[in-house]
């Protein structure tokens, strides 16, 4: 008996541990961040903080992220980018493999998909009838930008013309930020625009760092990222501006009141990752973006954790 719930046990955790991998829990923090920074705006701007709405938004909002990161994987298998990626020297994969390996039957894959996506929807209605109708325009269009970042007939992924970038600016930034401001306030704030624009940024910033990985691969796929379009050297100038106008943005939101100057120390976290910036050359091996992906990550969540410390000491003094 004791070995059986012990067996059960293990077999649970092995289940939670290839859950994690499938749908990459890892980079939460870059959607729930979002989501806590729009709520601390309201309590900070207009003296509203109800616990309840913040943690369905958290557990909505990070289904839909998790659902993304699937969805993605889906179609990429489908679009057999995957494929190329696992075929191409050098190349680093970025999915978590379990359907080119065969880890999860593809009907397994789409089921944790897909059940996801109902949980995201069952917190999106909850929230629309205690908050209004508007938290269902902010809950469709993040999960029609999911959805259609790499499915067809749209992909905004594939088409290389900067719309995915939008997309991301879009699913990472304004609409957490602006629709986790709305649950709480039931009405919108230019100050709450203002603030998704740094962490929306930043978050577009990891996405598009992420290409330089496999983007030789993705060419071979027909996937067409800027990376592709442009070649190393100009994507990565255009990198680097968006980092510059990241933090730009940050100083931006000070400036309007989004933001306590104090917030302003989060600009030290561009020191490490531009120092990563000047280690690259106009054409490097895909393991030498690794910490590029590694330093844009930090600098996100950094300067995130930094901004919402600097909106709760605002909001209790």
Partial sequence: M????????????????QFKKAARTRVLPVMLIPVAL???GAFVWDGAFHFGLFLLTLIG??????FSNMINDLWDYYNGTDEAAKSTEGA???NSGYLTNGTWQLRTFAAVTWGLF?????????????????????????????????????????RGKGYSEIAILLSFGVLPVAGAYYVQTSHLDYRALLLSLPIGLLTTLILFNHHFLHWQADKQAGKRTLVVV???RRALQFSRSLML??????????????LPFYALLALLTIWPLNKVYGKLTETNPSPAYLPLMGGSLQATIRSGIIMI????VQGLI
């Fill in 2 to 17: 004791y070995d059986a719930i012990i067996n059960r046990g293990e077999q649970e955790m092995q289940r939670l541990t």
């Fill in 38 to 40: 729009g709520a601390l």
């Fill in 61 to 66: 909002s990070a289904a839909v992220h998790l």
């Fill in 92 to 94: 680093i994969s970025t």
């Fill in 118 to 158: 109902a949980v995201a929807a069952a917190c999106g209605i909850i929230l629309s009838i205690i908050s209004g109708w508007m938290v269902l325009v902010f809950g469709v269009l993040g999960a029609l930008l999911a959805y259609f970042y790499v499915a067809p007939p749209i992909r905004f992924g594939y």
């Fill in 230 to 232: 442009w070649g190393e």
């Fill in 245 to 258: 106008l990241a933090y730009t943005a940050l100083i931006v939101c000070v400036i309007f009141g989004a």
């Fill in 309 to 312: 410390a600097a909106l709760i």
